[in-house]
């Protein structure tokens, strides 16, 4: 874990950039992005990862082709919004994936983030995605919320402080409880380097 100055929008521009380019020779899928400067102070690594195993859920469900919005813009919280959410601050960049693909169904939304947890065969999909985007949003300080409707499409939004120095501890005071509705208890996931490579 290695946080730094980071300029968030160039990262996701960087990602789109390169998940679209590697897209297959005609897939029909309709891109629009509306991405604003943010910085925060993250791990570009760790984001990156993040990023990419969002495009790739939304590319899977986007397979007989549709549409995928990505939006990041800084945005101030209210009071409210801060305790709902449990976010470290106000001041946030808000990251939005949506897409009108097949969505999921109401008991699938609520298992998403759990590790190894996938409705594809294992050989394809080792379930750690959403896992690993949801540690990611939380070690920095943030929140993320997936809203998914069987046969509409799925949203993932990501809130993330703009300031604060990211840790793996919130400030005293900071709730830190899950807002999203796919879990019922907030879950970390760490996975470390092989020491044998």
């Known amino acids: 874990f290695?946080?730094?100055?980071?300029?968030?929008?160039?990262?996701?521009?960087?990602?789109v950039e390169e998940w679209r380019a590697g897209?297959?020779?005609g897939t029909p899928l309709e891109v629009s992005a509306r991405?604003?400067?943010?910085?925060?102070v993250a791990d570009r690594n760790q984001w990156s990862v993040a990023i990419r195993n969002l495009l790739n859920n939304a590319q899977y469900a986007l397979a007989l082709g549709?549409?995928?919005?990505?939006?990041?813009?800084?945005?101030?919280?209210?009071g409210e919004e801060v305790q709902r959410l449990g976010?470290?601050?106000?001041?946030?960049?808000?990251?939005?994936?949506r897409d009108?693909?097949?969505?999921?169904?109401?008991?699938?939304v609520r298992r998403a983030f759990e590790p190894f947890f996938t409705t594809r065969a294992q050989a394809k999909a080792a379930g750690?995605?959403?896992?690993?985007?949801?540690?990611?949003?939380?070690v920095h300080g943030g929140q993320v919320l997936l809203e998914s409707t069987a046969g509409q499409g799925t949203a993932v939004t990501a809130w993330v402080p703009l300031?604060?120095?990211?840790?793996l501890e919130s400030p005293a005071g900071a709730p830190r409880r899950a807002s999203h509705r796919s879990v019922e208890r907030a879950k970390a996931l760490l996975i470390e380097a092989d020491p044998m490579a």
């Open 35 to 40: 991405i604003e400067d943010c910085c925060v």
């Open 163 to 167: 300031r604060r120095t990211a840790g």
């Open 87 to 97: 976010v470290w601050e106000q001041e946030v960049c808000r990251l939005v994936i």
């Open 2 to 15: 290695s946080p730094a100055q980071l300029q968030f929008g160039d990262l996701v521009k960087q990602e």
């Open 66 to 78: 549709g549409r995928l919005e990505i939006s990041l813009q800084p945005i101030t919280l209210s």
């Open 23 to 25: 897209l297959p020779a």
């Open 128 to 138: 750690l995605g959403l896992a690993v985007v949801h540690s990611v949003v939380h």
């Open 100 to 108: 009108n693909g097949f969505g999921m169904q109401p008991e699938v």
